[in-house]
C-alpha cells in the first residue's frame, strides 16, 4: 500500500492536468446575444446593491447596465469587450470573479508550499527516530554505570 | 532552519495585522475611480432648464461634476457646502449638476426647498453619464481639471475640508 501512494498521487495529477487541457482545447459553444447578455449580466456587481449582480437586482443601475450591455452586444461588441467596457469605467470592482489569475493560484500555490513544509518537517521526525544517536547513549549508558558503581563503593 | 523558527511568527504576524489594519480603514462601499489620470467622459444633455450642455462648452476651465438625487439624504446634507461653493468660486470654477435616477420634477422641488445654487443640473434619463464615471450612487462628485482630465472623486457628501482637498487637485485655491 506505502508503495502505491506516490504512483497515486501522480497519476491523480496527470489526470487533472488532462483535464484542464481538455476543457481548454474544448470549442466555445455559441450563445445568443440573450445568453451572452444574461452571463454578463451575471458576472457584473450591481453599483448600488450590496453583493448583488446586476442580474439579480431591480435597481435602476442594474437596469441602466443591463439596457448598456444589450445595446454593446446589439452594436457587434464580443463579451470581452462589453466586460472591459465596465472595467474601463468601474475598476475590476465591477466584476463579480477576479480576472487576476494570482487570485485563482495564490490558494493553490500555498497548499503546495504548505504540503512541501508538512512532508520535509514529517520526514525530518521519521529520520530523526530511524537513527537514534547511538554514541550517545553509550556514553549515557556508561556515565549510569560509573554512578551505580559509586554509589555502590 | 534555525533562523526559519524565528521568522514564522512575523511571516504570520505581519501580513496579517497589515491587512486588518488597512481593510478596517478602508470604507467597503467606496468603489475607487478608474477614471484618475483619463480624459471626462464626453456629454451632450438637457438641463433642468431644459437648454442643452455639451461637454465641449466646459473646456478650459476646472469643472466639478456633482451626481445628486432630491431623495438622497446625504446630498441634502452636502447642499449648503455647494451653495457656497458656487457663491465663492463661481468665477473660477465650473460647477455642473446631474441628477441620479430621478425626476425633473422632484429635482426642481428639491432646489426650491433647499435652495437653488444657480449652476445647470443635467438630466441623465437613461443613467447613460453615470455609468460612463462609474458612479455607484449619490452623491459623488467628480473634479476634472482645464485640460479635461479627471483628477479627483468624492465618495459621499462632501464638506467643507474635503472640497478644499479635491479642489486643490485641479489648481484651484480654496482659502
Redesign the interface.
Known amino acids: 500500500m506505502k508503495g502505491l501512494a506516490l504512483p497515486l498521487a501522480g497519476g491523480a495529477l496527470l489526470a487533472l492536468a488532462a483535464l484542464a487541457l481538455l476543457s481548454a482545447l474544448q470549442p466555445p459553444v455559441a450563445a445568443t446575444r440573450l445568453e451572452q447578455a444574461a452571463a454578463l449580466s451575471a458576472q457584473l456587481r450591481c453599483?448600488?446593491c450590496a453583493g448583488l449582480s446586476v442580474a439579480e437586482s431591480s435597481s435602476?443601475?442594474a437596469q441602466?447596465?443591463r439596457?448598456?450591455v444589450d445595446g454593446l452586444l446589439a452594436a457587434g461588441q464580443t463579451p470581452d469587450q462589453v466586460r472591459q467596457h465596465?472595467?474601463?469605467?468601474?475598476?475590476e470592482?465591477?466584476l463579480l470573479s477576479p480576472r487576476a489569475p494570482i487570485a485563482w493560484l495564490l490558494p493553490v500555490v500555498l497548499l503546495v508550499v504548505a504540503g512541501l513544509g508538512l512532508g520535509a518537517w514529517l520526514l525530518r521526525a521519521r529520520r530523526g527516530k530511524a537513527s537514534p544517536p547511538l554514541v550517545a547513549a553509550a556514553a549515557e549508558l556508561q556515565r549510569v554505570r560509573d554512578e551505580v558503581e559509586a554509589l555502590d563503593a | 532552519m534555525r533562523v526559519l523558527r524565528w521568522l514564522i511568527l512575523p511571516l504570520l504576524v505581519v501580513p496579517l495585522s497589515w491587512v486588518l489594519l488597512t481593510g478596517f480603514s478602508v470604507n467597503p462601499n467606496e468603489?475607487?475611480?478608474?477614471?484618475i489620470g483619463k480624459p471626462m467622459p464626453s456629454f451632450s444633455l438637457t438641463t433642468l432648464d431644459g437648454t442643452k450642455l455639451d461637454s465641449r462648452a466646459l473646456r478650459g476651465k476646472p469643472v466639478m461634476i456633482n451626481f445628486w438625487a432630491s431623495w438622497c439624504p446625504p446630498c441634502v446634507a452636502e447642499h449648503s457646502v455647494l451653495l457656497d461653493a458656487q457663491r465663492r468660486l463661481g468665477g473660477r470654477l465650473q460647477i455642473v449638476g446631474v441628477l441620479y435616477?430621478d425626476t425633473a420634477a422632484d429635482a426642481r422641488s428639491f432646489l426650491a426647498t433647499h435652495g437653488d445654487p444657480g449652476y445647470a443640473s443635467l438630466q441623465d434619463d437613461?443613467?447613460?453619464l453615470?455609468?460612463?464615471?462609474?458612479?455607484?450612487?449619490p452623491p459623488e462628485t467628480y473634479f476634472v481639471d482645464a485640460g479635461g482630465m479627471v483628477r479627483g472623486k468624492q465618495f459621499g457628501p462632501l464638506s467643507a475640508a474635503a472640497l478644499r482637498e479635491q479642489l486643490a487637485r485641479i489648481g484651484v485655491s480654496d482659502s
Not at chain 2, 31 to 35: D, E, Q
Open positions: 453599483p448600488d435602476g443601475s441602466a447596465i439596457n448598456e465596465f472595467v474601463d469605467r468601474y475598476g470592482w465591477i | 468603489v475607487p475611480s478608474a477614471l435616477q437613461d443613467s447613460r453615470a455609468l460612463d464615471f462609474g458612479v455607484s450612487g
